[in-house]
């Protein structure tokens, strides 16, 4: 009796701190999508201020980031969850280190559109409303998907992947085609690229979400199977 009631406890502290780590990690997630909301948003308006507080505030999110790898590991040392438990542990450690790399990439983007407002003399641009658009529906789909444990909807991730990748590749032949026609505005058509490879390449963090999330529910890795 004792040893089952130990164990009954053991269970309910454990799944305490889970729920406690869950709402950690929906913190940091949130904290993420509002940092590339005020991207999408400082680009569109060319809002200097903006971008200095996407800058200036990523060490918030780095922060959050060690706080949950660390809540992710003292579970693993004093409860040692086992199956679905030990999987979500293990799949929220990846996908977290994948959330504070994204921020990364949207302070990379602040820092390329702050060079970009500097060029006033450029009369074409790239315009972006449809990639940041597709990038924050691939963030929301991944954390629902995580949320609801839904590895359809996860699947429907790397289909949108395939759309980013596109746009991106536009953004190139356009790129080549202004530095063909005249190189004076190397270094601003250069950053306009790298906005794009930027939010290509956080469309592949977000398929590495999905991938966690296929394998949070059905035990199974998926890697390279949607290449």
Known sequence: ?????????????????IDKLKNKFMILGSMVEDRLQKTCLAMENKDPELLREIISTDWEIDELEIEVEEECLKILA?????????RLIVSIIKINNELE???DIGV???????????????????EYQEMFTKVLQMFKMSLDALVTENSDLARKIFLKDEEINQL?????????????????????LVNFYLVARHLERIGDRLKNIAEEVIYLVEGTIVRGENN
């Not at 990379?108 to 790239?126: D, G, H, P, W």
Request: hydrophobic fraction near 40%; include cysteine; proline fraction near 3%.
């Open 108 to 126: 990379n983007i602040a820092k390329r559109i702050e060079v970009i407002c500097k060029e006033t003399k450029l009369s074409v641009i790239i």
């Open 78 to 86: 004093l409860h040692q969850p086992v199956a679905s438990d030990l």
């Open 168 to 188: 991106r590749n536009l953004a190139y032949q356009y790129v080549i085609k202004e530095l063909d026609a005249g190189p004076g505005h190397a270094e601003c």
């Open 101 to 103: 790399r994204i921020a």
């Open 1 to 17: 009796m004792f040893y089952k009631e130990n164990v009954v406890t053991h269970r309910i502290t454990l799944h305490r701190e």
